[in-house]
T-cell receptor, first 112, second 116 residues
Framework: GQQLNQSPQSMFIQEGEDVSMNCTSS?????WLWYKQEPGEGPVLLIA?????ELTSNGRLTAQFGITRKDSFLNISASIPSDVGIYFC????????????FGPGTSLSVIP | NAGVTQTPKFRVLKTGQSMTLLCAQD?????MYWYRQDPGMGLRLIHY???????AKGEVPDGYNVSRLKKQNFLLGLESAAPSQTSVYFC???????????????FGEGSRLTVL
């Protein structure tokens, strides 16, 4: 069954606003990753996190690996129209490094 | 620079027919994965491979078989297609760092399969 929960399920925001989304689980993860998918394409890696408490930025994106190893968040600052897409959190369970498990996704719409 | 290539991109099958999806990667990655994507469900892992000649079951393996005879190719087979297998299928590959899987996946563009 689904081991990762993402919220919110969808977001509609004005251009220029900041965005925050998160991912939680009852299981402990060794790695947290955030991917973005645009229509008709495969997901693309945005940020990878490997240590509990790690805070990493990639341009306007910032993500953190929760200290309990059971959660992560992604923030997008000053959103622009090209941020539109589905954002997935993913991770490698501490009990199964070989698998990469995905959350159900957060759909982001940006209103110009 | 091709990366991960999936064929075919689109296919329509009748219930009970069989087919094979091909995934090819040119990055010399050890790990390869097959996922299916359905609305509201995210990506669910079907099968994966940690190296040539090896395969393992993911979250939703029933009704699918896979083979990894060559390092660069990962095949997904449906022996007897069912309407519940209508989905978009994604292949991905990944590399090791320090001998450990990184989880950093490179995806193909997807294969849309419809089973009538």
């Amino acid at each position: 069954g689904q081991q990762l929960n993402q919220s919110p399920q969808s977001m509609f925001i004005q251009e220029g606003e900041d965005v925050s989304m998160n991912c939680t689980s009852s299981s402990i993860f060794n790695t947290w990753l955030w991917y973005k998918q645009e229509p008709g394409e495969g997901p693309v890696l945005l940020i990878a996190l490997y240590k509990a408490g790690e805070l990493t930025s990639n341009g306007r994106l910032t993500a953190q690996f929760g200290i309990t190893r059971k959660d992560s968040f992604l923030n997008i600052s000053a959103s622009i129209p090209s941020d539109v897409g589905i954002y997935f959190c993913a991770g490698q369970l501490i009990t199964s490094y070989d698998k990469v498990i995905f959350g159900p996704g957060t759909s982001l719409s940006v209103i110009p | 620079n091709a990366g991960v290539t999936q064929t075919p991109k689109f296919r329509v099958l009748k219930t009970g027919q069989s087919m094979t999806l091909l995934c090819a990667q040119d990055m010399n990655h050890e790990y390869m994965y097959w996922y299916r994507q359905d609305p509201g469900m995210g990506l669910r892992l079907i099968h994966y491979s940690v190296g040539e000649g090896t395969t393992a079951k993911g979250e939703v393996p029933d009704g699918y078989n896979v083979s990894r005879l060559k390092k660069q190719n990962f095949l997904l087979g449906l022996e007897s297609a069912a309407p519940s297998q209508t989905s978009v299928y994604f292949c991905a590959s990944s590399y090791l760092a320090g001998g450990m899987p990184t989880g950093e996946l490179f995806f193909g563009e997807g294969s849309r399969l419809t089973v009538l």
